[in-house]
């Protein structure tokens, strides 16, 4: 089934005179919402970019002290990292998801100001023309995880877990 047949309840003639003015406060409104969107997923960028900043400085604080659980700080952090990088995923699908939306409710109005600035940049295809910021967005947490995963290996006691092939 296709957008246009899911988004349209109502054909416009049994809807009655108002089905114009109600289409443009809807496109209003859930413009509105997609940019809210977009916004969250901006402080969960730096919620996410925080913590990490936190956690570098916490194995920094400790580095040269004794403490045996300093690798799990590390291990915790892969984690946090995975879960960003999930939710990065997940914000690009439904940010997609509404911009599809938007266009196809733009076909019901004398103007598609979405669609056009998606055609200006080429729709994504020409990275000399737009860089859809979730490609650069996607890789901050794979850097942080692949910097924790560095230091994991780095701290990790693994003589202590594999005594016998260490001597």
Known sequence: MSIGTVLK???????GPEYRSHCLEMYRIYSEITDNVSNRRQSANTFFLTINTAIIGAVGWLD?????????????????CYTWYRLVRSYRDLNSAKFKVLHEMEKEL????????????????????????????????????????????????????????CA
């Open 9 to 15: 309840s109502q054909d416009p003639s049994d809807y």
């Open 64 to 80: 040269g002290r004794s403490v045996s659980w300093d690798w799990a700080i590390s291990l915790a952090a892969m984690l946090i």
């Open 110 to 165: 004398p103007f598609s100001p979405f669609d056009a600035e998606w055609e200006a940049v080429g729709r994504g295809k020409d990275a000399s023309r737009y860089l859809p910021f979730t490609r650069i967005e996607t890789r901050v947490p794979v850097f942080f995880g692949v910097a924790h995963f560095i230091v994991f290996c780095a701290i990790f006691p693994w003589c202590s877990v594999f005594a016998k092939y």
